[in-house]
């Protein structure tokens, strides 16, 4: 039974068909599509021969082909983008207005095309792309920005845009964002080179302080030292892009870290 439903409106699909859909996503996604079975969904991006975020997106697998779940303000910008990667390659990209993205908390009670468990949610949630349409409110997106912050799950367009991370500094190499052994993608040779480095240098962590309130672009400070910056926040927690260097320092010297005076604690990952 489906506890409650967050519609993330924000979000949109396209279709991917032909019979070289899967082999073409392969090549230019951080993630590998070709291993998908029906019915399920990888998490993944798209970047930048640079190798950073162009875009992040999950990838579901359906009887009629690959159905795309991307941020709504790229949607038209990657259906062009992705058509002109593709050269002669038997793809097409459709947007798919008909389609909704949603994430339940419990088995959903409508049918759906394909879902899957989000990094970091837990078992019982799930991200599923149905026909069926939910209203959004105020609540449920206050309700889904704490079950994501809780699993330190990145929102595109709030925590970070386009080409402004590594897929490192959001998690995604510990999220199973990247298949490292599948081959080739765009980007990927920078993204190898990283994932060899024996540290890096800032992480998106979640940051709880109970009394502080807090913003998008607020300072994480050590003493005066600069720490990291606040990419979102809800009720006495969230997001934000640390360096760790600077927070291993703050700890080893005892340092107390704040945002805006008050005290605040950097949770770092458990993988």
């Known amino acids: 039974m489906t506890n409650s439903v967050y519609p993330l409106s924000h979000r949109a699909v396209l279709s991917a068909t032909g019979t070289e859909?899967?082999?073409?996503?392969?090549?230019?996604?951080?993630?590998?599509?070709?291993?998908?079975?029906?019915?399920?969904?990888?998490?993944?991006?798209?970047?930048?021969?640079?190798?950073?975020?162009?875009?992040?997106?999950?990838?579901?697998?359906?009887?009629?082909?690959?159905?795309?779940?991307?941020?709504?303000t790229e949607a038209d910008a990657m259906q062009k983008r992705l058509s002109m990667l593709k050269l002669r390659a038997d793809v097409q990209f459709t947007r798919r207005d008909?389609?909704?993205?949603?994430?339940?908390?419990?088995?959903?009670?409508?049918?759906?095309?394909?879902?899957?468990?989000?990094?970091?949610?837990?078992?019982?949630?799930?991200?599923?792309?149905?026909?069926?349409?939910?209203?959004?409110?105020?609540?449920?997106?206050?309700?889904?920005?704490?079950?994501?912050?809780?699993?330190?799950?990145?929102?595109?367009?709030?925590d970070?845009?386009?080409?402004?991370?590594?897929?490192?500094?959001?998690?995604?190499?510990?999220?199973?964002?990247i298949d490292f052994k599948k081959g080739c993608f765009v980007g990927q040779e920078v993204a190898s080179r990283m994932k060899r480095k024996t540290e890096v240098r800032k992480r998106l962590l979640r940051v709880s302080a109970p009394e502080a309130t807090a913003g998008s672009g607020d300072e994480i400070k050590a003493g005066i030292s600069t720490v990291g910056t606040v990419t979102s926040w809800s009720g006495g927690e969230g997001l934000a892009l640390v360096r760790l260097d600077r927070l291993a320092n703050a700890i080893e010297s005892a340092t107390p870290v704040t945002i805006n005076d008050k005290l605040a604690e950097c949770h770092l990952p458990s993988a």
Do not use: W
């Open 21 to 72: 859909t899967a082999s073409f996503l392969n090549r230019v996604l951080t993630c590998n599509v070709e291993t998908l079975a029906i019915g399920d969904g990888v998490y993944g991006a798209l970047l930048t021969p640079q190798g950073k975020i162009l875009t992040d997106m999950f990838v579901f697998s359906t009887d009629d082909g690959l159905l795309i779940d991307l941020p709504e």
């Open 98 to 158: 008909d389609l909704h993205v949603l994430v339940c908390e419990g088995d959903p009670e409508f049918p759906v095309l394909a879902s899957m468990t989000p990094p970091n949610f837990g078992d019982d949630i799930k991200r599923v792309v149905s026909e069926t349409a939910v209203e959004s409110s105020e609540q449920a997106s206050a309700a889904y920005t704490r079950l994501r912050t809780y699993a330190v799950f990145p929102e595109f367009g709030v």
């Open 160 to 177: 970070y845009g386009p080409s402004e991370v590594f897929p490192a500094d959001i998690n995604m190499d510990l999220t199973n964002g």
